[in-house]
């Protein structure tokens, strides 16, 4: 159907999904992105539990 709606129209899906996360709190640099990816390359944990 999708190939089908694209080849017979010109459309422009406008759709943004919202995500949520839980994380503890002893965890920083974990943020979301566009395409819902999960890149942890500046997530680090913390030694201790922030309160």
């Given at each position: ?23 503890p709190?002893?965890?920083e640099?974990?943020?979301?992105n ?18």
């Amino acid at each position: 159907m999708d190939s089908l709606v694209i080849s017979e129209a010109p459309i422009v899906p406008l759709f943004y999904d919202q995500s949520t996360a839980f994380y503890p709190k002893n965890i920083e640099g974990l943020e979301g992105n566009a395409l819902n990816l999960l890149d942890l390359k500046k997530v680090r944990k913390l030694s201790k539990t922030l309160d």
